[in-house]
């Protein structure tokens, strides 16, 4: 009965043993897992949180730097500006009339062209010019040796000397007429005969001008050789030459080409279509390749009565003034005809005022007399050196019409050494 009693307790003390045991690590477990949920918790939200704060700073420093890509200020004194020929105006509206663009070609004036040759046959024993010199009105360039010159010459010294003789004669018949020693029909005769050499005399006078004497030379005797000098009839360049020692000459053969080219002539063709909208007298602006930023203003003064057939285009001619004689004949052109503006006023900029800067179109704004933001622009069509502002700038604000380029290299340039600070 006891070593039942006993076994029986045994029982009970594992079962309960094993029951609290049981309990006690199921309580101790999910107490540890909650800790645990917990502690990762914590942590994953203070992670999270330095992760937000790094995110946050991060997201910070990108948009300013985002900024100030897109407002980049420059600070420049007047005196610099002065210095860098940075001139701020005001943004005005203003009607933009549309242009027509068309190629064309240089050619000399022909107005002011001169094709230089004797008056009379003659051997050149003298050249005094050369292709290419620059010349003026009256200047020597050929020297010739002319048998018709000598016998001109003769002729002259002839009637000259008759016309001495005549004067002398009518002076003495004068005074005995005066005497009453002499008839009055030889004071007729006298006076008659003085007149006739008084012509010839002018007439051999006149054919020695008209060969190139000048008449002051004939009148002091300072021109008494059979020579004759052939003088530039115009001021300008020698473009052709044929002149040369020794060759014979005459009326019919050019010497010299000489080309005044001050001014020039533009030969563009207008598309058939365009016909209507030019006119004689519209303005026009001139470019060449050779020059990129010279830009010369000219004028139609001539509209051909013909249509290429091939082309279906018609020949215009712009007359432009060419100073230091930069066009060159032969060089190709583009114009830009300006047509009436018929549109209503929008805000416009100076094509120079426009910058290209990390791909953005922009304007350097003018906060105040000595900083400037390059802000960016949306540009719209261009007209006779002016852009159109879509958005971007508003009436009324500062801007640098002139030197914006020094302004974008002030710009450039502190992007580089920010970037090499940075480095270090």
């Given amino acids: 009965m006891n070593r039942k009693r006993i076994i029986i307790g045994v029982i009970l003390a594992v079962i309960l043993g094993g029951f609290i045991y049981r309990f006690t690590h199921l309580e101790t477990g999910t107490d540890g897992h909650t800790d645990k949920k917990e502690t990762a918790y914590k942590e994953e939200k203070a992670g999270g949180h330095d992760e937000g704060k790094e995110h946050k700073e991060k997201k910070e420093e990108h948009g300013d730097h985002e900024e100030d890509e897109e407002f980049d200020h420059i600070k420049m004194t007047a005196e610099m500006q002065k210095q860098n020929g940075v001139v701020i105006g005001e943004a ?49 360039l050929v020297t010739l040796d002319s048998v018709e010159m000598g016998e001109s010459l003769n002729r002259y010294h002839q009637s000259k000397t008759r016309l001495q003789l005549a004067k002398n004669r009518l002076d003495r018949v004068m005074t005995l007429s005066d005497k ?40 002091n005797g300072s021109h008494k050789k059979p020579v004759l000098t052939v003088r530039s009839p115009i001021n300008g360049v020698i473009t052709e030459k044929q002149a040369v020692v020794g060759e014979l000459s005459d009326p019919s053969k050019s010497l010299y ?51 290429n057939e091939a082309t279906r ?75 159109e502002i879509v958005s971007g700038l508003k009436e009324g604000e500062n801007y640098a019409i002139k030197g914006s380029f020094i302004l974008k290299s002030e710009v450039k340039k502190g992007e580089m050494t920010d970037e090499h600070g940075h480095g270090k």
Avoid: C
Wanted: hydrophobic share 45%.
């Fill in 92 to 140: 005005k509206k203003q009607r933009l009339g549309g242009v027509i663009s068309v190629t064309g070609k240089v050619a000399a004036n022909a107005d002011r062209i001169a094709h230089v040759s004797p008056r009379i046959p003659g051997k050149i024993i003298a050249v005094r010019a050369s292709l290419g010199d620059s010349v003026s009105n009256g200047q020597p």
């Fill in 180 to 219: 009453k020693i002499i008839a009055r029909k030889d004071v007729f005769q006298a006076e008659s005969d003085y007149q006739i050499a008084e012509a010839e005399f002018h007439n051999d006078e006149e054919r020695l001008s008209l060969y190139g004497v000048s008449v002051a030379d004939l009148k």
């Fill in 257 to 307: 080409t000489i080309a005044d080219l001050s001014s020039v002539w533009i030969l563009v063709d207008i598309n058939e279509k365009d016909l209507s909208k030019v006119r004689k007298g519209q303005s026009a602006t001139v470019a060449v390749g050779a020059f990129p930023d010279l830009k010369l203003k000219g004028r139609i003064t001539h509209i051909a009565d013909l249509v």
């Fill in 313 to 387: 285009t018609i020949k215009a001619r712009i007359e432009v003034v060419n100073p230091g004689r930069k066009l060159k004949p032969e060089m190709f052109a583009t114009v830009e005809l300006a047509l009436p503006s018929d549109t209503p006023s929008t805000l416009a900029v100076p094509e120079e005022a426009l910058q290209d800067l990390d791909g953005k179109k922009v304007v350097f704004v003018a906060e105040n007399e000595t900083e400037f933001a390059a802000r960016q622009v949306q540009a719209g069509r261009t007209a006779l050196g002016m852009v």
